[in-house]
């Protein structure tokens, strides 16, 4: 009887949904500090799920469990990523990892746009006025190059079309909006972009970037793309919004052109180092909002994460591949 290892709980909310499968048997790591699994219930297990909405305790647990779980051979991830070295070690060790991507796809790219908004409607400057109770609306004199662009019309660049990249692609387009997607392969009607351009091109696509969006994953050909000569070619003024990995950019070189001006402001979910350091100069830039890795946050991710779990579960049981497998190319 195959054995899966659960996050507490996972195993409680879907016990309706693990009861209809009587050919499956549950085990959850031990909730009492200092406890671990059995070596001979360890030895049995085959499969596991790895869940970052179950807290640090559960996490922690089901990674730990898994890498000592020697007969291993399929685990599943409640998110996208699979850049951590433990996904990698169990990869290489040839167990099959598949992963939930799309399930949080919707909300971050509602963060993406709130946070272009944000920054192309000045309402930082707004939050720091009323924080002052302050009055202070823009002089009615105002020369034209002053004031805030319209979105209709800019050129949207967006670094990785996947399930991400779509929604923020299919949002902005309903702002007015041109949309360039970048990614290998030639997208298509569904991503919903106005063109298509391969890294390859990615120099050449910049230039036009009023706005650059980054949600590709984290990969050996992606790590450090936005160097300092890749973020000198995006016009000044432009916008950047990183909800991928904060090793795709040269985060100094970012923090340099945004504090001389260089390039308009930023909206960034991710970092380097997480936390962010205090001593970071992004905290205090004005035209910089940032968020602590948290734009995926949504009431119903957990419902998606869960129906794709469930769908996993089926194909791994009944022995089909799946399109969810996790590479490391």
Known sequence: ?????????????????????????????????????????LDRVDAAFFNLASGP??????????????????????????DDPVFEELIGRGVVVTNSAGANAEPI??????????????????????????????????????????????TMVIFGLGSIGRYVAQFARAFGIRVIGVRR????????????????????????????????????????????????RLPAGAVVINVARGELVDEAALAERLASGRLGGAYLDVFVTEPLPAESPLWELPNVLISP???????????????????????????????RRARLD
């Open 109 to 154: 790219a509602q963060s993406a746009l709130a946070g272009l908004l944000a920054l192309n409607r000045g309402l930082p400057g707004w939050l720091d006025a009323q924080r002052r109770h302050a009055w202070e609306p823009d002089p009615d004199d105002l020369p034209s190059e002053q004031l805030p662009r319209e979105l209709r019309g800019q």
């Open 293 to 323: 890795h948290d734009s995926a946050r949504s009431a119903g991710t957990q419902g998606r994460v869960d129906a794709i779990f469930l769908e996993e579960l089926g194909r791994w049981l009944r022995g089909e591949d799946s399109p």
């Open 185 to 232: 392969t030639p997208a298509t009607p569904e991503d919903g972009v106005d063109a298509w351009a391969p890294p390859a091109r990615l120099d050449e696509v910049l230039p036009e970037a009023d706005i650059l969006v980054l949600t590709a994953p984290l990969t050996s050909e992606t790590r450090g793309t936005f160097d300092a000569r890749r973020l000198d």
């Open 57 to 82: 305790s559960g996490t922690r647990r089901i990674l730990g469990a898994a890498r000592r779980a020697t007969n291993l051979r399929w685990i599943h991830l409640g998110h996208s990523g699979v």
């Open 1 to 41: 009887m195959p054995v899966i290892l659960l996050p507490p709980d996972v195993a409680v909310r879907l016990r309706p949904e693990l009861r209809r499968i009587p050919e499956l048997e549950v085990v959850t790591p031990p909730e009492e500090p200092g406890a671990f699994l059995a070596p001979d219930v």
